[in-house]
């Protein structure tokens, strides 16, 4: 069974596909701390787990070695230039160098996270949208500009954010250009997402070019939806469930590849994407296997340590591709509620396991964090 798709999606698999099939993969991304939380859970040891190395957020993802989306997925608006990868965050899509490497872009919090890893190229910030901030003072520092900072002028490095000002609170920067001691800041607002770059003199030459990448689509990079019906919130007795396909009716033969769409839960309408991963076939097909051999259960659910079991501040959407780039199913992951976890497709909801859950984090696409239960099962390997 198939499912529509766009077919730009498709373009893109094959493209990246034939490109990077040879490809090995990587060490799943560094897990930090959730990005948002609105007080849901119960203050117990045994009602809150996160990521399991607390903020270890300035560590610095490596992109030189072959990526865990070994497919290396391309822009399905414009091809993607070479040496160069696609990076969507809502409904912006930007290019950067290949070498660019993901990290957390240090808060306000930055005295607290030494000793840390330093980052010692230019990254694209995980955050994104929001991000886990701990209430630390730190030391003040000389005033610079907005968005020069807040850590000291000799830890900057070069990186790009992108910020949904429609959703956050962030710290306001006009749109334009600033240089300050040897620095530049470009912003740049695109519909309700703000595109900001720090560049120092050794990356100032790609500047432009990375900017002028910047556009709206409403496919990322990797091909997800920018937006999902997935992003409404559940509630008790009306769980999110997929509309179409169904896992049992897909032939693990014909599956190449594992397209993972990761959505802030904004609403039915809004646009939600956070991050996407397109893994290639040897995790596609592992990762069907064990969704079809988990218990058909749900969960795990721990609704008594909840104040709000049901809330849920984001979601996966799990597509398995063909060669072709089509979708063959489309399954929706709850992972970090105290109520309504698991997998689900149109007509069966199986219980999250290392296999099932842990398996669909890398890269971009980050566990932000979840109830102990689901946190065991969804933690990535460091």
Not at 221 to 239: F, H, I, K, L, N
Not at 246 to 268: F, I, K, M, N, P
Not at 334 to 358: E, F, P, Q, S
């Amino acid at each position: 069974m198939t499912e529509p798709e766009d077919g730009r999606a498709a373009d893109a698999f094959r493209a990246a596909l034939a490109r990077h099939a040879e490809e090995a993969d990587s060490d799943a991304a560094v897990p930090v701390h959730p990005a948002r939380r609105r007080g849901r859970w119960i203050a117990t040891g045994a009602a809150l787990a996160v990521a399991a190395s607390a903020v270890v957020g300035f560590a610095l993802l490596d992109r030189e070695r072959p990526a865990d989306d070994a497919l290396d997925p391309i822009g399905p608006s414009s091809t993607v230039a070479a040496g160069w990868r696609g990076v969507t965050f809502r409904d912006v899509v930007v290019q950067v160098p290949d070498e660019w490497g993901d990290a957390n872009a240090p808060g306000s919090d930055w005295c607290a996270d030494s000793p840390r890893e330093p980052i010692d190229r230019p990254f694209v910030d995980l955050r994104a949208s929001g991000g886990f901030v701990r209430l630390v003072l730190c030391s003040q520092q000389d005033p610079v500009p907005a968005g020069f900072g807040p850590e000291p002028q000799e830890r900057w490095v070069p990186h790009l954010s992108l910020v949904d000002l429609a959703e956050d609170d962030p710290e306001p920067i006009a749109d334009g250009t600033t240089t300050y001691a040897g620095w530049t800041l470009r912003a740049q607002t695109i519909g309700d997402v703000q595109v900001r770059l720090l560049t120092d003199a050794a990356t100032e030459a790609v500047a432009d070019d990375i900017m002028a990448t910047a556009q709206r689509a409403d496919l990322g990079a990797a091909g997800c939806d920018t937006s999902s019906p997935a992003q409404e919130q559940p509630a008790e007795g009306r769980p999110v469930v997929p509309t179409g396909g169904t896992l049992d009716a897909v032939d693990s033969d014909e599956v190449a590849g594992l397209l993972v769409c990761q959505y802030d839960r904004l609403g039915l309408g809004s646009v939600g994407l956070r991050a996407e991963r397109l893994a290639d076939a040897e995790v596609a097909r592992a990762w069907l296997a064990a969704v079809l051999d988990a218990p058909q259960t749900g969960g795990p659910d721990e609704p008594e340590k909840c104040l709000y079991p049901w809330e849920s501040d984001m979601t996966l959407v799990v597509h398995p591709l063909d060669a072709d780039g089509t979708r063959l199913a489309t399954v929706y992951v709850a992972y970090d509620a105290c109520a309504g976890n698991g997998v689900r497709d149109a007509a069966t909801t199986w219980g999250l396991t290392r296999k099932t859950c842990a398996s669909l984090f890398g890269e971009r696409v980050i566990f932000w964090g979840g109830h102990a239960a689901s946190a065991r099962r969804c933690t990535p390997e460091r």
